[in-house]
């Protein structure tokens, strides 16, 4: 897109892109008001006309969690490497469900958006980065209240106990800068893949649960190392295992399994939103034909 100024007249003249790789990320930073308008009305369209509103961003994780404690802290007794179930489950919900409503809301970014596409231009990764900021924010009233629940077992003197790592804590910005760019990574690929393929819309949510027991948000990593020490170069490919696992280790004091395998999430990342960004931008040149 360039813009020409003329004696007091303002052009603008839109061409099409033909680049693999074509992504003018100026653009996007010109657009930035935008993005936060639609992060706004992401967030109002969400609680609105609901009982409760917002305070639903709390409600949801409790109960999870709280499900969570019951069915397979004391009915299967699974193991939570020392520390208090509550916050061991609390810990994996809290950064799994970011990451799982980041790819499912961006995973429908051109069909829910076909008619705003079609009607104006704006550069089109910004619906998918609105969609991620905005589940920030819900993550972040979560983080909260996770941290609410690891003071109050500071402050407890008897049962299991919860150690800080105040060195992994600082990691924290970019596990959620990791989180967020992995989410994205696939919502856009699933999004791109869609708008040829309707029918992979309703794999996602299915496969999306499916993930989530393949991911140590339930259980603990030691209890695979344990029972299936064979399989863990294998199970530690899911980018999302050592980010929950370096989360947990920095604020409950749980052991990381290997720094390597972050190393290993952090390549599968960039590649993952690599591979997107070049889908997005290759279909969204053509999507409205077949949309």
Known sequence: MDRQTKAGSWDTVIRPRTGWFDLDLKDLLRYRDLILLMVKRNFTVLYKQTVLGPAWVVIQPLLTTLVFTVIFGSVAGLPTDGVPKFVFYMGGNVCWSYFANCLQNTSSTFVKNSDLF???YFPRLCVPIATILTELINFLVQFVLFLIMVAYCLLQRSGPAVTPNWRLIALTPLLL?????????????????TTKYRDLAMLVSFGVHLWMYATPVTY???MIAEKFPQMMGL???NPITPIIELFRAAYLGTD???YGYNLQSVIVTVVVFT??????SRIEKTFMDTV
Do not use: D
């Open 118 to 120: 079609g009607k104006v």
């Open 275 to 280: 591979v997107g960004v070049i889908l997005f």
């Open 235 to 237: 199970y530690m490919l």
């Open 220 to 222: 603990s990593t030691s």
């Open 177 to 193: 800068l990791q989180l967020g760019v992995l989410g994205l990574g696939f919502g856009i690929i699933v999004s791109a893949l």
């Open 256 to 258: 990381v399994y290997s």
